[in-house]
């Protein structure tokens, strides 16, 4: 009875995904969620403790509760035939369900998700953010509600959208690095994220990242990867010791800038941000460089042959994609190589960040009416000097 119930369900869930678009989106089987060694396996009894690791049944049940010691659906049948609400705020989600560490319903243990910090930059801060469920509760993060209002009648998504789906395909999503504590290195990488504005075609929702053409150096010519946290000769993302120019990261730029492209609110600390405009930011694409730039600029971005430009970053140079316990705009605690710490809205607290790859501060400056300014009093992302009409930031 089992068996033809189980043959049933997968009948139905192969015609769910194929008329939503989703069977086609990439190998589930290679996965972080449908991977048969390390792949999702809920921890309930009853019918889902009968399914493999990796099995659809995991996640969705086919009349929306099976029998057994799972959490009973809240609010009755969810959309997708999910076990549980999809999203109900920041620290209510389908996928907080196994991603943390506080009652994980993943068989085993809860996942690990560290920061960017942490699998990047080799910057061990596991002990309090080594889960997603953490990083959407810290004081900095990404606003899930915010995410899903953003989305809502773009690019094919609805308002039944989970806002975590608006970054992530759930169905083809890698661990990077996959089922490991560790971070990332050159034979353990994965891609966990999907372009949002590649959703509008659900057959063709692949990877962003993975393929030629998706990486930082397409992006640019000019990027170089920072240094990995205590380290002057091994480099982000994954320790290379000689590739540095982005042909191993993903074009995070035009990932990130898919939904920051415009003037939108944010949950922020600081208000709404404004536009970002890579095209024309200093540390995006603006020729901006001075004669004495390199003076002013720390290893590994003191090299004099990128001649009369500036290095174009990536957005994950500075920032964590999910949440960080720095003041706001999620901050790395590590960048180019030292610890940041930015508590508050101050100079010393900013200080911290730009010192990590500028040597000049305004500390020195004979404007006496500037000496207490924080750093983005004036410098942030589509800030323009008044005086010169050039970039600040």
Same mark, same amino acid.
């Given at each position: 009875?089992?068996?033809?119930?189980?043959?049933?369900?997968?009948?139905?869930?192969?015609?769910?995904?194929?008329?939503?678009?989703?069977?086609?989106?990439?190998?589930?089987?290679?996965?972080?969620?449908? =991977? =048969?060694?390390?792949?999702?396996?809920?921890?309930?009894?009853? #019918?889902?403790?009968?399914?493999?690791?990796?099995?659809?049944?995991?996640?969705?049940?086919?009349?929306?509760?099976?029998?057994?010691?799972?959490?009973?659906?809240?609010?009755?049948?969810?959309?997708?035939?999910?076990?549980?609400?999809?999203?109900?705020?920041?620290?209510? =989600?389908?996928?907080?369900? %196994?991603?943390?560490?506080?009652?994980?319903?993943?068989?085993?243990?809860? *996942?690990?998700?560290?920061?960017?910090?942490?699998?990047?930059?080799?910057?061990?801060?596991?002990?309090?953010?080594?889960?997603?469920?953490?990083?959407?509760?810290?004081?900095?993060?990404? =606003?899930?509600?915010?995410?899903?209002?953003? *989305?809502?009648?773009?690019?094919?998504?609805?308002?039944?959208?989970? $806002?975590?789906?608006?970054?992530?395909?759930?169905? *083809?999503?890698?661990?990077?690095?996959?089922?490991?504590?560790?971070?990332?290195?050159?034979?353990?990488?994965?891609? $966990?994220?999907? /372009?949002?504005?590649?959703?509008?075609?659900?057959?063709?929702?692949?990877? @962003?990242?993975?393929?030629?053409?998706?990486?930082?150096?397409?992006?640019?010519?000019?990027?170089?990867?920072?240094?990995?946290?205590?380290?002057?000769?091994?480099?982000?993302?994954?320790?290379?010791?000689?590739?540095?120019?982005?042909?191993?990261?993903?074009?995070?730029?035009?990932?990130?800038?898919?939904?920051?492209?415009?003037?939108? $609110?944010?949950?922020?600390?600081?208000?709404?941000?404004?536009?970002?405009? @890579?095209?024309?930011?200093?540390?995006?694409?603006?020729?901006? @460089?001075?004669?004495?730039?390199?003076?002013?600029?720390?290893?590994?971005?003191?090299?004099?042959?990128?001649?009369?430009?500036?290095?174009?970053?990536? %957005?994950?140079?500075?920032?964590? $994609?999910?949440?960080?316990?720095?003041?706001?705009?999620?901050?790395?605690?590590?960048?180019?190589?030292?610890?940041?710490?930015?508590?508050?809205?101050? /100079?010393?607290?900013?200080?911290?960040?730009?010192?990590?790859?500028?040597?000049?501060?305004?500390?020195?400056?004979?404007?006496?009416?500037?000496?207490?300014?924080?750093?983005?009093?004036?410098?942030?992302?589509?800030?323009?000097?008044?005086?010169?009409?050039?970039?600040? #930031?």
């Amino acid at each position: 009875m089992v068996n033809k119930m189980n043959k049933i369900f997968l009948w139905l869930i192969t015609w769910m995904f194929f008329v939503s678009g989703l069977a086609h989106a990439g190998p589930y089987t290679d996965s972080a969620h449908g =991977n =048969n060694v390390y792949g999702v396996k809920r921890s309930a009894t009853g #019918f889902p403790a009968d399914y493999a690791k990796g099995h659809c049944a995991n996640c969705h049940e086919q009349h929306s509760s099976i029998n057994g010691s799972e959490p009973y659906p809240d609010g009755g049948s969810d959309n997708y035939l999910l076990f549980d609400t999809s999203h109900t705020s920041q620290t209510a =989600n389908f996928c907080f369900d %196994c991603h943390t560490d506080n009652a994980s319903q993943q068989s085993g243990g809860f *996942i690990k998700n560290y920061s960017y910090a942490y699998r990047a930059g080799n910057y061990d801060d596991s002990a309090g953010n080594d889960d997603i469920k953490q990083a959407f509760d810290n004081t900095s993060s990404h =606003n899930l509600d915010d995410i899903r209002t953003f *989305i809502t009648g773009k690019w094919g998504y609805t308002s039944n959208s989970n $806002p975590c789906y608006a970054c992530h395909n759930s169905h *083809i999503a890698q661990g990077d690095p996959a089922d490991s504590t560790s971070p990332k290195s050159s034979l353990t990488r994965g891609y $966990p994220v999907s /372009r949002p504005s590649d959703h509008f075609a659900l057959a063709s929702w692949g990877l @962003w990242g993975n393929e030629s053409g998706e990486k930082m150096s397409n992006y640019t010519s000019y990027y170089q990867a920072p240094y990995r946290f205590g380290e002057t000769t091994s480099y982000e993302p994954d320790g290379s010791t000689t590739i540095m120019d982005g042909s191993n990261l993903t074009d995070y730029v035009t990932f990130c800038l898919d939904c920051h492209y415009t003037y939108q $609110p944010q949950s922020t600390l600081l208000g709404a941000l404004k536009v970002i405009d @890579w095209e024309t930011s200093v540390h995006g694409k603006a020729d901006s @460089w001075k004669q004495n730039d390199a003076d002013e600029r720390k290893a590994p971005y003191k090299s004099e042959s990128v001649v009369n430009r500036n290095y174009v970053l990536a %957005c994950t140079d500075c920032h964590e $994609p999910h949440g960080s316990n720095n003041y706001c705009y999620l901050i790395r605690k590590e960048v180019n190589g030292d610890a940041v710490a930015v508590a508050d809205n101050t /100079r010393n607290s900013w200080n911290s960040l730009c010192s990590r790859c500028h040597t000049q501060s305004h500390a020195d400056d004979s404007d006496e009416s500037k000496k207490n300014d924080s750093c983005i009093t004036c410098h942030y992302h589509g800030a323009i000097d008044s005086a010169t009409i050039e970039p600040l #930031f």
